[in-house]
């Protein structure tokens, strides 16, 4: 199979059981602390005005009945918000989307924002500012965004070719081979265009933040993020602060998706503490976070590739177009990175572009622009499978991406998990089982990167042998319990006699945040060093009380052992002997590790999907699902099986039912749950999960990250589930009863 | 604008407090009484994150005015223990695995309690359409169903 | 604001026609506090009708049944009798929302929101219920479906509101259903949906009633849907007479919910489906 590696069949105690988590109690006793739990004294509350056009220039803001209104504290825009980003575009980008700058780019961004004694009166605040508009020609969609004449959104962006100002603010062409000669080769091509609407990660909890500012620059925040340390230095550089006298801690986080590494009111709520000198609560409404927060790229995907009779894929060619909301990013580099990833194909060439429209700024979400792409690759790879009369399983097998494959986006692949996940597929009683009528069975794959980078952590142990290890990575579902398994793994004692916390700015050195999957492979690594550089400590400590030299005393079950000539007859001593005497023998005895945790083995998947369609209104209901992914090694397997079906639950409401809809005026018509539908309970089969463990070589336990790949595959699984049930392409997700019942009748 | 004295019962504790005639129960909890258990997800009864029961019934409480609930009887996932003791829809959420990010637990606990008080022993399906107005964006709802149907199981056993 | 909770129905018809600024009845709340928490509408005055003991509850009276204006969905859906009288109208309260909704939200609330997607509404007239409306100036009773004008408006006139609805004792052999086309399972507003109410004499349809919901400003009667399936047991080509009587019908709105082609080919799906069921119950075969 060519995945074996140094890590594969290691031995372990306990990482790979299945302990309650550290913070269970908390959370379902309501004890737990999210972004808008805490309070401070004399503390106010913040509140947004927003833009109810979707472009306009901001000719004028009058705040001052606003200012005189009693009970009213400060009142800012961005006159109070002055450019300090030097020169640096990306952050003068965030500093814009968190307050408007002379123009409104989309509906609901901040023109204002007020802090008041409380809620009545910051709302009536917010009334009593005078914003004059001058309503501007607006662009919503991908296609028409890139049209001559089409409103153009940023004065600084230029089309690469035309060198014209253009919404196109990047071009990305990849791959490798010839085209051409590809397609020449092939017996069968397919070309299909394919749509995709634009999605919210629709966490729970909404952007919730405490911040306190002082006229000495020092400050605290207390805010709901995936990314303490990355807040602090973005809030720090926005606002003028050094790095060090603004402490960011993290609350509980109720969920966020990719959707809270990125600053919304935060920045806000610290201008505006500054200039009330007191505490600021913000706290967004649900139609808030629809209108101004996270969204993630609607799409515009043509894909053409080419077969040979023996279900060789000869040449793939996709031109992706993702838009980024009204500030430039990457979505349409990363759709195109992870397009092919999944196949060994000689000749491919996927074009991302990358445009910008009168929308919210494009937020990460969980393997951000990859589930896009796979719908469109995925779909096209079950077209060629029919034209060729071959299993879509089979012609998946054939062409799979394997160790030494050379990757779409460039690298070559170490030990992969595609090839097995097929393999795991096709095997899978699910393949086997019996459809009726109106059913259908789908498949696809999934491919995402998954990131290391910066991580950093401590691990104390106490005078009873208990141990704190504190992370910076935030627990966004369950990485509590897997890092507290790791430590004790390493230290050989018991999982509850560890005790995760996740710690504050101002407590550890920098951590990127818990996103790309990250959170238990990088913070897991960190955690093992930390964890033997403990135990070096132990050993020399153990030495000075056995009187031993260091040299011979290893560590083992957690105890330091004697060993060799002489000390046969020496009892052991335990992790809490050692700890005991800490303070005769040198004092406290920690462990630190600071990493940059690079090479996170990449994941795969490969999804297979029932469904049910009513040929006389449209609907689908999910009635099988399976999920197998390579998890690399599967440190606590309840948490791992919650990322595959939390993602594959994300991903049937991404293919089914959710899509933010604007109208012809841009303006957002469901900012709400009732009409963003994400999936509800009764919505829902129970979700069958296999884990495979392929190690990830570069991980001392062969973990992987987790998180993100089991959102890629949910859309085409679906969209070929539902064309096999009704015997019509289906290429426009979300897959609405509508957009079905209207292909039906199109046929 | 002239505000309400309210008095009521919360989770068998008499309660007072003084609130705008205009405010929903679930401020007056977080804001006033200081049960932070009880989340505000939506604001509009879609979420059901803010799930309270109100004399014996699942209400959402961003949908009830605090000068309803006078007199009347309210219980909130702060009031699921007792004696120290988790009830064992909590216990079987933590051995489940039927949280992640533990926002939607509160009012999910809720919730499922009130099924389980009505209909001991509900099918998976009952399970699913009971919990249908408590939304999970985390687990896909699969663990918290099996937790719902581990617990009560565990509660009839306790019942004989 | 100002929340006043009157123990009578003549107090509250009084406090309501006093109010000088915007004046709302509280039943449950599931539509007026949304909106208040999304700032479309600001009251001054809000009348709490839950401790009016006339306008709680469910009692049989000589000519059918009664249900008080605060009568929730949940208790509804808890009365046994009612369900076997009228399942169509108990089905269609109990689509509302959650259970957390239906512990709260009322009938009569869902008709004097007056959208045109209210689910209780198309089986309430379908099942030929009446309103008793209060004012100061007195009482009066009217058929439901002469309560709603349009989206947002009903003919209450200011002072006035509803006490009660009265369902008819079904006759014999009837029967009521009620289907909405949502796209998810549960917590949707109805995109399209129909009620249908019939009655057979020796197996054949005798008397039908189909009213259409979420198609028109308001819920609409189908006089020809009704007609397609009088004098018939049903069978396919009376179904899709109907049906097409049902698209016929059908005047809605392109909205975030649904488009005017599929709302009026949904309307004829659901028109035939509810009709099936409805047979079924008063035992039709």
Not at chain 1, 179 to 193: N, P, R, T
Not at chain 1, 504 to 515: E, V, W
Not at chain 3, 50 to 70: D, E, H
Request: proline fraction near 5%.
């Amino acid at each position: 199979m060519g995945h074996d590696t140094k890590f594969t069949n290691q031995e372990f105690k306990l990482v790979g059981t299945r302990p309650a988590r550290p913070d269970g109690v908390d959370k379902v006793t309501g004890r737990a602390r999210y972004g808008a739990d805490i309070s401070a004294p004399g503390q106010l509350v913040g509140l947004v005005l927003r833009s109810p056009y979707a472009h306009a220039k901001i000719k004028k803001i009058d705040i001052s009945k606003a200012e005189k209104l009693k009970g009213v504290k400060a009142v800012i825009t961005d006159a109070d918000l002055p450019d300090n980003t030097k020169g640096n575009r990306d952050l003068l980008d965030i500093l814009e989307n968190c307050m408007a700058r002379g123009r409104a780019l989309y509906d609901g961004h901040a023109v204002a924002a007020v802090a008041a004694i409380d809620d009545q009166t910051a709302r009536k605040a917010l009334k009593l500012i005078k914003v004059s508009y001058e309503k501007l020609p607006h662009v919503t969609d991908v296609d028409e965004a890139l049209k001559d004449g089409a409103p153009i959104i940023q004065d600084f962006v230029v089309d690469p070719r035309t060198k014209k100002n253009s919404n196109l603010c990047k071009l990305t062409t990849l791959g490798h081979g010839d085209i051409d000669a590809g397609f020449a080769e092939a017996d069968y091509i397919v070309e299909q265009s394919f749509k995709t609407e634009q999605t919210h990660q629709g966490y729970i909890e909404p952007h919730a933040c405490l911040a306190t500012l002082g006229p000495d620059g020092a400050g605290e925040l207390w805010v709901t993020t995936q990314g303490p340390f990355a807040f602090r230095s973005t809030c720090a550089e926005l606002l003028g602060l050094d790095i060090s006298k603004l402490k960011v801690t993290s609350s509980e986080i109720g969920g966020g998706f990719g959707g809270k590494t990125h600053v919304w009111v935060e920045p806000l709520a610290l201008a505006l503490s500054r200039k009330a000198n007191r505490p600021v609560k913000m706290v967004m409404s649900r139609d808030e976070v629809f209108r101004a927060s996270g969204p993630t790229s609607s799409t515009s995907i043509d894909v053409k590739m080419g077969v040979k009779k023996d279900g060789t894929i000869t040449a793939a060619h996709a031109v992706l177009r993702y838009h980024n909301g009204a500030f430039p990013g990457f979505w349409g580099m990363l759709g195109a990175m992870t397009s092919f990833a999944c196949y060994d194909i000689k000749n491919i060439k996927p074009v991302g572009y990358d445009v910008l429209v009168n929308r919210p700024k494009v937020a990460a979400y969980r393997a951000p622009s990859a589930p896009m792409a796979a719908f469109a690759i995925e779909s096209t790879v079950d077209m060629l499978a029919h034209k060729i009369g071959m299993k879509p399983i089979d012609l998946r097998i054939k062409n799979a991406a394997k160790e030494g494959s050379r990757a779409s986006y460039g690298p070559t692949y170490g030990p992969i998990g595609i090839g097995p996940t097929l393999d795991a597929a096709k095997n899978h009683p699910h393949m086997r089982a019996k459809l009726k009528k109106n059913q259908g069975r789908g498949m696809a794959c999934g491919f995402w990167f998954n990131f290391g980078g910066q991580t950093c952590v401590d691990l104390n142990i106490g005078t009873d042998g208990s141990v704190n290890l504190i992370v910076g990575t935030v627990d966004v579902g369950g990485s509590r319990a897997s890092l507290s398994l790791i430590a004790a793994e390493e230290l050989g004692i018991a999982y509850e006699q560890v005790k995760t916390n996740i710690g504050d700015t101002a407590s550890l050195g920098h951590n990127d945040m818990t996103d790309g999957s990250r959170g238990t492979f990088s913070s897991g690594m960190a955690t093992i060093f930390a964890a033997r550089n403990a135990i070096e400590v132990l050993k020399e400590r153990a030495s000075k009380m056995m009187d031993v030299p260091l040299e011979a005393i290893v560590w083992e079950n957690g105890t330091a052992k004697a060993i060799g000539k002489g000390h046969s007859n020496m009892a052991p001593l335990s992790l809490k002997e050692i700890a005991a005497a800490a303070p005769k023998t040198g004092g406290p005895i920690a462990g630190h590790k600071e990493v940059v945790a690079d090479n996170a083995g990449v994941s795969f998947a490969s999804h297979i999907c029932d469904v049910e369609v009513d040929p006389e209104t449209g609907s689908t209901r999910v009635i099988r699902y399976t999920v197998i992914q390579d998890a690399g090694k599967a440190i606590h397997p309840d948490y791992v099986e919650g990322q595959f079906q939390g993602g594959a639950a994300q991903g049937i409401g991404w293919a089914l039912n959710e899509e933010s809809i604007y109208d012809k005026n841009g303006i957002l018509q469901n900012p709400g749950f009732l009409d963003y539908r994400i999936p509800v309970c009764s919505d829902l089969p129970f979700i069958d999960t296999q884990i495979l463990e392929i190690p990830n070589p570069n991980h001392p336990y062969g973990v992987r990250g987790v998180g993100e790949t089991s959102i890629v595959p949910p859309l085409a699984a679906i969209g070929n589930a539902v064309s096999n049930a009704v015997g019509v392409r289906m290429s426009h997700i979300p897959m609405s009863p509508m957009r079905i019942l209207k292909a039906l009748d199109d046929a | 604008m002239a505000g309400v004295h309210i008095s009521t019962t919360i989770n068998g504790d008499m309660v007072e407090f003084a609130c705008p005639q205009d405010e929903t129960l679930l401020n007056s909890l977080r804001d006033r009484v200081g049960l932070t258990g009880v989340k505000e997800g939506c604001g509009t009864g879609d979420c059901g994150a803010c799930s309270v029961t109100l004399d014996g019934r699942l209400v959402c409480s961003c949908l009830v005015l605090s000068a309803e609930v006078n007199g009347r009887n309210i219980t909130t996932v702060e009031g699921m223990s007792e004696e120290g003791k988790l009830h064992p829809l909590q216990e079987k959420f933590i051995e489940h695995a039927a949280l992640q990010c533990g926002i939607c637990t509160p009012g999910f606990l809720v919730a499922a309690k009130v099924l389980l008080e009505d209909n001991p022993k509900p099918s998976e399906e009952e399970i699913r359409y009971a919990l249908a107005g408590n939304l999970c964006r985390c687990t896909g709802y699969d663990k918290i169903v099996r937790a719902v149907q581990a617990a009560g199981k565990e509660m009839r056993k306790k019942r004989r | 604001m100002r929340y006043e909770a009157p123990n009578t129905t003549k107090e509250a018809a009084a406090l309501l026609a006093k109010e000088k600024g915007q004046a709302f009845v509280l039943a449950g709340g599931t539509d007026l506090i949304v909106r208040m928490r999304l700032g479309m509408t600001e009251p001054d005055l809000v009348v709490d009708i839950k401790n009016i003991a006339s306008m709680q509850g469910v009692t049989r009276t000589a000519t059918g049944t009664r249900i008080g204006a605060a009568t929730s969905g949940a208790v509804l859906g808890e009365n046994k009798a009612l369900i076997k009288a009228w399942p169509g109208v108990v089905e269609a309260v109990n689509l509302i929302g959650s259970d957390q909704i239906q512990s709260r939200c009322t009938m009569v609330g869902n008709l004097c929101n007056a959208s045109p997607a209210a689910d209780s509404v198309p089986a309430m007239i379908a099942a030929g219920a009446k309103a008793q409306i209060v004012s100061p100036k007195g009482r009066r009773t009217v058929a439901v479906e002469k309560i709603v004008t349009g989206p947002g408006q009903t003919s209450l006139k200011k002072g006035e509101l509803i006490e009660s609805i009265t369902l008819p004792k079904p006759l014999p052999r009837s029967g009521d259903a009620y289907l909405r086309f949502i796209p998810r399972t549960e917590m949707d507003i109805a995109v399209v949906s129909a009620a249908v109410s019939l009655t057979l004499e020796r197996g054949v349809v005798k008397k039908a009633r189909v009213v259409l919901g979420a198609v028109a400003p308001t819920a609409v009667i189908v006089p020809a849907a009704a007609k397609a399936i009088i004098g018939t047991k049903l069978d396919d080509a009376a179904l899709e007479k109907l049906a097409k009587a049902c698209s016929d019908m059908c005047n809605p709105i392109d909205d975030k919910r649904g488009t005017i082609e599929y709302r009026t080919k949904v309307a004829g799906v659901l028109g035939k489906r509810a009709a099936k069921i409805a047979f079924q119950r008063a035992g039709g075969s």
